[in-house]
């Protein structure tokens, strides 16, 4: 089962957080193992709600770039952050898993865009991998968690460069 979780967080972020990692137990489990994922979300520029998915497939993943996912794969959550935050500790079933993040600034639910169809706000994928002209795919920001593992997310704002 999920185990403890979230250290160095606000007292607010540490709620959110807490959820985040508990509701994982509902992604099914590859096996009975599990280790530490250490989430570091890093250039946050201003604080806002973090929306937070986490995904063992592409289908769940790929849907998940646009809005939240409906596949029972993936996990989805927000919650307050702030510029004081560390990192983000939690254990996970062994699997292959991808990350999508993004910051709401103003709290509408959604990943805000130009009308060009470029991100406003601030955004990252595990391997802060970036796709060419559209999110990336599941194969490109997929990470194994086998053991201790970390996901160094910087967020990004516009075009990556």
Request: aromatic share 8%; proline share 4%; charged share 20%.
């Amino acid at each position: 089962m999920i185990s403890q979780i979230f250290k160095k967080l606000t007292k607010n972020n540490a709620v959110f957080l807490t959820l985040v990692f508990t509701c994982l137990v509902f992604i099914p489990k590859a096996s009975a193992e599990e280790s530490n994922l250490t989430l570091n979300i890093l250039n946050l520029d201003k604080p806002g709600v973090l929306r937070l998915t986490i995904c063992k497939n592409a289908a769940g993943f790929e849907s998940s770039v646009e809005n939240e996912s409906e596949e029972e794969s993936c996990f989805n959550d927000a919650g307050e952050i702030d510029l004081n935050l560390s990192g983000i500790d939690g254990m996970l079933p062994h699997g292959e898993y991808a990350i999508a993040v993004f910051v709401d600034l103003n709290g509408n639910g959604k990943m805000d865009k130009n009308f060009l169809g470029i991100p406003k706000e601030q955004y990252g994928f595990s391997n802060n991998v970036m796709g060419r002209m559209a999110a990336p795919s599941f194969e490109q920001a997929k990470f194994e968690v086998k053991g201790p593992t970390t996901q160094n997310i910087i967020l990004k704002t516009g075009i990556p460069k």
